[in-house]
């Protein structure tokens, strides 16, 4: 694996400077990378090793069509969600992610900055723990608009890490007092596994529930407040679910992953007659150890 951090070429030509780092066995590295790209489901599970090591993650994702929480929105579009992450074994990360819309004006719409911590429990390390906080930066000056959030979760996987289930929460801060909390639960299996090539299938389903219909990511460009009009409820509740088909593919430092995915949107108020809807979606990831 390189032992130096490389100039990399991320949308604006962003450009880093040369540092030397402690030596480690390749094996060692290896190993690590092996887990954040096959193993983790999202940027919020992190490194699970004690050893001293530090990364920058670059990923790109397409999603084939755009809907908010879940739900139509009657425009056909695309969305790209580019992100550059930074991890260290010891538990700090953190990431500037952005998402660009294919057909709405301006076509950036929300830039997103997080900064957290997150750790194994036990001897064995099957258990995940992370807490959060992101700021969003949006593209068009609308009031009332959420302008943060704290997020926090926990996961455990079986020692083979064949299954999991994560919960995590979030706190919405800058409007009404508002929050979710997800239910995630996979299962993962082997396809293909060599020194030099890995594939993997991994189903998960997800619940996503909460006191208020919010996606924050999409918020500004598809108008809330026109979704609240029918869907404004003061009681927790299913927003929707969603079950996604990955196919995962990984080459040492590289990964790419191509994923079916259908939501089922909830009942809400006046919100009835909602249709399932669908999407593909094509990701792609490279990491560099520092």
């Known amino acids: 694996m390189t032992k130096y951090l490389i100039p990399i070429l991320w949308f604006a030509s962003i450009s880093y400077s040369i540092a030397q780092v402690k030596p480690v066995e390749e094996n060692e590295v290896d190993e690590i990378i092996d887990n954040i790209l096959m193993e983790e489901e999202s940027i919020d599970d992190f490194l699970y090793s004690a050893t001293n090591f530090q990364f920058l993650y670059l990923s790109l994702n397409y999603a084939s069509d755009t809907y908010f929480s879940g739900r139509d929105i009657d425009v056909d579009q695309y969305n790209l969600r580019p992100q550059i992450s930074y991890m260290h074994s010891k538990g700090f990360y953190g990431s500037l992610s952005g998402i660009y819309y294919s057909e709405f004006s301006p076509h950036w719409d929300v830039t997103t900055a997080t900064a957290g911590y997150g750790n194994s429990i036990g001897k064995k390390k099957l258990l995940r723990y992370y807490a959060s906080y992101s700021q969003y930066f949006y593209s068009n000056d609308i009031e009332d608009l959420y302008n943060g959030t704290f997020n926090a979760g926990i996961g455990i996987h079986n020692k083979k890490r064949s299954l999991g289930t994560t919960l995590s929460g979030t706190y919405y801060l800058g409007g009404e007092h508002t929050y979710q909390i997800v239910s995630r639960t996979y299962a993962s299996f082997n396809l293909l596994k060599n020194p030099k090539h890995k594939i993997k299938f991994r189903p998960q389903i997800s619940f996503i529930t909460g006191t208020q219909l919010v996606d924050v990511s999409q918020v500004s460009a598809l108008k809330e407040e026109t979704f609240n009009e029918n869907t404004e409820t003061s009681d927790y509740t299913l927003i929707y679910s969603q079950i996604n088909f990955p196919l995962l593919y990984s080459s040492k430092s590289f990964d790419i992953e191509f994923g079916y995915n259908l939501n089922f949107p909830s009942e809400i108020g ?21």
């Open 270 to 290: 006046m919100d009835t007659n909602l249709e399932n809807t669908s999407f593909f979606n094509i990701s792609l990831g490279y990491i560099i150890d520092l």
